[in-house]
Structures are given as C-alpha cells and as structure tokens.
C-alpha cells in the first residue's frame, strides 16, 4: 500500500513538472508572439509570421542585426566624443566694454640696478680686481657684501668673468634689505604719471615690487596681503611694499579702465640720472624692463616683458584677450575643461590662483629640491633659505627642469624626485584670465635740443639725466570675450542617441519601456490567465467524467 502511494506522489509530481515546463514553455512562445506583433520597433513584427517564409524572416533578421550593429557603432562615437572633448571654446554672444575691467597692472624694472651714489659697480669691480691681483685684503673691502648682492642681477657674462666673487667673504644675509637700501628711488625715477585726466606723484599707485630682476615699480596690482598666504610665507621680509592710502589707510582696490585711447590711460614720465647708467652688470642693453600682466598676478619679468630705451616716447595700445567659463561648464572635471577656478586648485603661498602663480610656485619647488634653496624672489617659508651668490648657476638651471625635455645630468634620485615635483605642478591656465595683445609705436625725444630751448627754466644740471615717456591705454573700447562653454551635455547625448535610435530601428523611450513590460509584466500575466485557463478545462474534464460515470437513477412506479 505504502509502495502504491509513494508511486502516486512521484507520478503526481513528474506530471506537474512537465505541466509546469509546458506552461512556461507556452508563456515564453506567446510573450514573444504578443512582442513582435506589438512592438513599434521596426522590423521585429516579422520575425513570427506564419505567413513569412523561413527565408524571409533570415533575411529580416540579419537587416536587424547590421541596423542594430551600425546604430551601436554611431553611439560609440557620439559617447566618446562626448567624454573626451564635452568643451568647446567660442566667441561670445555679446561685446564686452573695457570699463568693465581692471586697469592691467603695469611693473618696470630698470636695467640699472642700484644708484651710483650707493654703488658704482664699475669703480668697485675694478677696485676689486685689482687688489685680487694685489693679493691685499680684498676680502676686507666694504662693498663685498654689497657686490655680492647686486651679482644676483647680473647677466650670464658678467657670473663668467667674475665666477670667483662668491668665494670672497662677506655677509649675504639680509639680501633684499640690502637691493632696498642701494636701489634707484622711485620718486626719481617715476616722476610723475597721469591716469586718465588726473596727474599724480604715483606714490599711492606705484608700490615696490622685489622681483628677480631686483626693486621694481608696480602699478595697480593688488596688496600683498590679497595675493599671498601670509600665514605660509616667511617673516623676514615683505614682497611688496605696505600698500596704503596715507589719509584713510585703507587698501587701495585696483583702478577700472576708463575707456579707450590716449585720454583714458596710463602715461608715465621716467627720469634717469646718466651718471647711474652701468654697463657691467646688465650688459649693453640699458633702459627699462616693462610687464604687463594682470592685477592678481605676481609678475616674473625675466618671463616675457617688453624693453624701453632712454629718451624715446613709447606708446602702447591694448587689446585685451579675456577668457571666461560658463555655469554649464563649470560641472565638468578639471581634466575635461583644462582649466582651473580658484577654489578647486589650492597654490601653498598664493590665495588667488592663475597659471603664473603656479609656475613661479613651481619653480620655487624644483629650485628648492634642486639647490637646497630658493631665489630671493621666490615664495619660501621660514624654513627654506636665500640662495647665496655661490648658488648662481643652480638657480638660472632650475628654470629649465619646468620644461617637457630638459637633458639633464642628475643622479637617478634626484632626476625622479625633480620630475615628480614637476608633473605634480599642473599649472593649466585659470578658467577666467585676461591676456593683452600690444601694439607699439616709439619715437626718439631730442632732448639736447629741447634743452637748450629750455635752459632758463631747466636748470644747468638738466642735461644730466634722460627723459623717458610711456603712454598705455586701451585700443578700442569693446572687445570679443572668448568663452569656455559645453559642448556636449547630458541632453545633447541622449538626443543625439535617441535620433540614432530612431534613424537606424525606430527606438523610442516607450520601445524600451515596451521591453521592460515583455520582460517583467507580462509574463506574470500571460502565466496566470493560462494557468486559470488550464485549470477551468481540468475542472470541467472532470465533471464530465463524474457526470458519464454516474449509473442512470430508474425510478419504478408503483
């Protein structure tokens, strides 16, 4: 009895199994029936009709295949160009006026070092030389130290010829209070300036700067305190001067252009005394280094800066090239949009990011793990020291590490140590930066004769020194901004994918939707309604059966 049952329950259960496969099997063929005769997808309603032959419905099969094979290899190209260059660089809609931007900051060095009657280098070296020669206490020599500090000036010619000057004793400790102390005042050497209609001493606007080309003269750049993290640089001496309104003593915020041409810009009138003019040092080009850059930028005039000879009237037209990054933009990575904002690249001594603040930071780097040291017009904290004049020739090579190639000749660890520290410097352009094209023209003033015209009113010393102008101002008065915007977002991907799509099969957002519903919904339905259908057959299979089974009742009367 035991045996029968068991039998019957295998029986039961084999029978259920092959119910259920049949029923899946049969949920799996009308799913599929109800898809290709439904679907908006084109082609698909061929794939099951009893009236397509086999060779019919091969051939549809493989057009869907190559349509869906070219619309794949179309998204494929479309999404790569859209993860590789999502930004595009164009002209704005709209004109942008100069007063709506700062006067550029204007910086001058003059090639003349320090002021003949603090130091004649010409004298001194001779003097030197000779007593070197002599071999009579030329260490002993006051100017030493003061020889030693201007040298760091000095141009390649003159560290040959004097290589040895390093090796005399003197004390190279307060490098930049001694430049200061020996410099050209800036009183005499800026005379005077006049921004726009208003003539002015220049001694609120013109702050001096230690750059490497010694004291210069910056006009219109931030304070020092804006640029620069004072809580990461050193104490033992400032890069700018203290810059302060004398009435008020409150920061003076950098000017705005006032529009366009001669009338609305900066004209300067340097005077320089020509006994100071020294050929030893700075070689046969004398006159002035001038730099125009941007108010929030610390300049690095040996970098680019234009050359002013003496007596001669230089005027400079601008021509701004202004680069702004729209919101959409501004969602990408860095890496997409090759630029940085302020707040997503931190500089260690700088609060206020540009590309030439990173590479002077840079430089300061390599400088450092390359000397030991850092160039007195380098940011540096209170644990990195001055070069020495000793150090000359690691400084100028330092520059040259910054580049892709430099050919080096260092040890296996250094080079890595150096290449790391550059590759990690990352100085890409910042995502809002002002650049200036420059138109010069120049004409010599003759003083001699201007002179003699004037001598009752100039004095007799007034041919004792030379006259230079520079005028600055704007070109024109609206320029075409260039703006960093997206190129491709989100939205133009997926329209681009869903033209393709429907180009190529007729893809829409409900045919996918259409797939998902075959996929997940529909075949809970279809397996329920069969199942209740399979059922209803069972049950009345089954009543048939009872009903046939049933011996007819003969009812006998009486």
């Known amino acids: 009895?035991?045996?029968?049952?068991?039998?019957?329950?295998?029986?039961?259960?084999?029978?259920?199994?092959?119910?259920?496969?049949?029923?899946?099997?049969?949920?799996?063929?009308?799913?599929?029936?109800?898809?290709?005769?439904?679907?908006?997808?084109?082609?698909?309603?061929?794939?099951?009709?009893?009236?397509?032959?086999?060779?019919?419905?091969?051939?549809?099969?493989?057009?869907?295949?190559?349509?869906?094979?070219?619309?794949?290899?179309?998204?494929?190209?479309?999404?790569?160009?859209?993860?590789?260059?999502?930004?595009?660089?164009?002209?704005?809609?709209?004109?942008?006026?100069?007063?709506?931007?700062?006067?550029?900051?204007?910086?001058?060095?003059?090639?003349?070092?320090?002021?003949?009657?603090?130091?004649?280098?010409?004298?001194?070296?001779?003097?030197?030389?000779?007593?070197?020669?002599?071999?009579?206490?030329?260490?002993?020599?006051?100017?030493?130290?003061?020889?030693?500090?201007?040298?760091?000036?000095?141009?390649?010619?003159?560290?040959?010829?004097?290589?040895?000057?390093?090796?005399?004793?003197?004390?190279?400790?307060?490098?930049?209070?001694?430049?200061?102390?020996?410099?050209?005042?800036?009183?005499?050497?800026?005379?005077?300036?006049?921004?726009?209609?208003t003539y002015d001493a220049c001694e609120d606007r013109l702050t001096e700067t230690v750059s490497e080309e010694g004291i210069c003269y910056t006009f219109n750049m931030i304070s020092e305190r804006e640029i620069f993290r004072k809580s990461s640089l050193h104490t033992e001496y400032n890069y700018m001067e203290g810059w302060f309104n004398s009435k008020e003593h409150q920061p003076l915020a950098p000017v705005f252009a006032r529009g366009a041409g001669l009338h609305d810009g900066l004209t300067l009138y340097l005077r320089h005394m020509q006994e100071d003019t020294d050929y030893l040092c700075t070689g046969f080009s004398q006159g002035y280094k001038l730099m125009i850059h941007g108010t929030d930028e610390y300049p690095q005039v040996s970098m680019r800066n234009m050359r002013i000879p003496f007596s001669h009237e230089i005027s400079i037209a601008l021509k701004p090239q202004m680069m702004v990054t729209s919101q959409s933009a501004a969602d990408f990575s860095w890496e997409k949009r090759q630029c940085f904002f302020n707040d997503e690249r931190h500089l260690r001594f700088f609060k206020l990011y540009n590309q030439d603040n990173c590479e002077l930071e840079c430089l300061s780097n390599v400088t450092k793990a390359l000397c030991g040291c850092v160039r007195f017009s380098m940011p540096r904290s209170n644990d990195t020291t001055v070069c020495p004049l000793s150090m000359w020739q690691c400084m100028y090579r330092a520059k040259w590490f910054l580049r892709p190639s430099n050919n080096s000749r260092l040890p296996p660890n250094e080079e890595f140590e150096i290449t790391k520290i550059v590759n990690s410097c990352n100085c890409l352009p910042a995502c809002s930066s002002v650049y200036y094209d420059v138109e010069t023209t120049q004409t010599s003033l003759d003083m001699e004769k201007f002179l003699l015209a004037t001598n009752e009113l100039m004095g007799d010393d007034s041919d004792k020194f030379f006259i230079t102008t520079i005028a600055i101002y704007f070109k024109e008065s609206y320029f075409i901004t260039s703006k960093r915007s997206e190129l491709y977002g989100w939205v133009d991907f997926l329209a681009n994918c869903g033209g393709l799509l429907g180009l190529f099969m007729g893809v829409s957002i409900l045919s996918l939707l259409e797939i998902c519903y075959f996929i997940t919904i529909r075949p809970f339905s279809l397996r329920k309604t069969l199942w209740e259908r399979r059922n209803n057959n069972s049950d009345l299979l089954t009543t048939n059966n009872v009903q046939h089974s049933i011996p007819p009742v003969v009812t006998i009367s009486e």
């Open 1 to 197: 009895m035991r045996g029968i049952c068991w039998y019957e329950c295998v029986s039961l259960f084999v029978a259920m199994s092959r119910l259920c496969e049949r029923l899946q099997q049969s949920v799996k063929e009308e799913v599929f029936r109800e898809y290709c005769a439904n679907s908006s997808i084109h082609g698909v309603r061929y794939f099951d009709r009893n009236e397509r032959t086999v060779c019919e419905r091969f051939w549809w099969l493989v057009v869907f295949l190559l349509s869906m094979l070219g619309c794949g290899v179309m998204i494929h190209k479309t999404y790569v160009k859209w993860n590789q260059v999502p930004i595009i660089v164009t002209f704005s809609e709209k004109t942008t006026p100069v007063w709506d931007i700062h006067f550029p900051a204007i910086t001058i060095c003059p090639e003349t070092k320090v002021s003949a009657e603090k130091l004649n280098i010409t004298a001194e070296m001779n003097a030197l030389v000779a007593a070197v020669e002599r071999g009579n206490g030329s260490s002993e020599r006051e100017s030493v130290p003061q020889l030693k500090a201007v040298s760091q000036l000095c141009n390649m010619l003159f560290q040959l010829e004097y290589h040895w000057l390093h090796e005399l004793n003197g004390s190279e400790d307060d490098l930049v209070g001694t430049l200061k102390d020996m410099s050209l005042r800036r009183d005499e050497t800026v005379v005077m300036c006049q921004y726009g209609n």
